[in-house]
């Protein structure tokens, strides 16, 4: 642990660093209320936390700037309470008395939204697709021919398949089939549906159901899923208003890595409780070793089932964004919970 007046030293060049993108000097860590120590004194202090990695000096002759070493140590320890902007609350509470049709929409609107108070990129990963759960089918007829089967889970989300209706089939003969399936397979994972009717559902169907041969064909039609994940990105450009990603090919591999599914999982799938947060190296991906990111789980019925993620520069407001994702995955969550608890 640093001594006090250490800790002093290091909180207040971190926060200059944040506001001004600048390295800090000792004269102007010296002139912050509350630090009460004189410019010599403070130099020394900055040379030793500069010695113990705390601190880097990018050039000889200019002031401090932070390590990641020392960011995180701000974070762990000297972060100061802090409650968002009524503004920012009032965004935020507004968000989820929106009128919006699905739930997809829900997701893209809170990322837009959060992007738009941080000024950084935001990533939200849907709720996982093999733990979603059937919570009841619907089926639309669009005409004698085609129909659009919605399913909808237990974490909210909504899929819409367009499938064709067997000639023959009546509409009375699929009302009986979506009651059956609804009675049937409600809470089983999604992943397994297709599964039971087969293994479990033909031998009711052929007693309950007309022509169920052909209506079989129609249930696999209609339960068939893409397995892909579900992300949302907004701000994305904002990372190049940071006067840290002007070059060029560091902006591209951050870029490039938006497009990698399988690292935009890895690095923004955090499931532990509470807001984490990984500084820089931390991240273990070389695209984003100048970055950090924030993210908090948000649940549905009690479990975890995604993340709502802040990616901006080492040089982030860490508490308006820390406390900002504490707020936002709390309402989230009891969002979600009065849809579809």
Known sequence: ?????????????????????????????????????????????MADLEEMGYLEQPHTSAGRIPSHKGYRYYVDHLLPPFRPRTSDIRMLKRLFTLQMDELEQVFQETASILSKLTQYTTVILGPKVNEDKLRHLQVVPLSEKNAVVVVVTDAGHVEKRRFTIPEGISLSSIEKLVNLLN????????????????????????????????????????????????????????????PEFRDVEKVKRLFDLFDQTDVVLQLFGSTDSGVQVRIGKENRCEAVDNCSIVSASYTVNGRSVGTISVLGPTRMNYKRVISLLEMLAIDFSDHLRRLFG
Request: charged share 30%; net charge negative.
């Open 183 to 242: 009675h049937r397979l409600k809470g089983l994972p999604l992943v397994q549906l297709k599964q039971t009717v087969h293994r479990e559902l033909m031998d009711e169907l052929s007693r309950y159901v007309d022509q169920y041969e052909y209506l079989m064909d129609m249930i696999d039609e209609m339960l068939q899923r893409e397995q892909e994940e579900r992300i949302y990105f907004s701000g994305t450009t904002n990372i190049l208003n940071q």
């Open 1 to 45: 642990m640093l001594t006090e007046r250490q800790e002093k030293i290091l909180q207040a060049v971190v926060d200059d660093y944040i506001l001004t993108a600048e390295p800090v000097g000792s004269r102007t860590v010296s002139k912050r209320k509350g630090v009460g120590y004189s410019a010599a004194t403070i130099r020394n202090e």
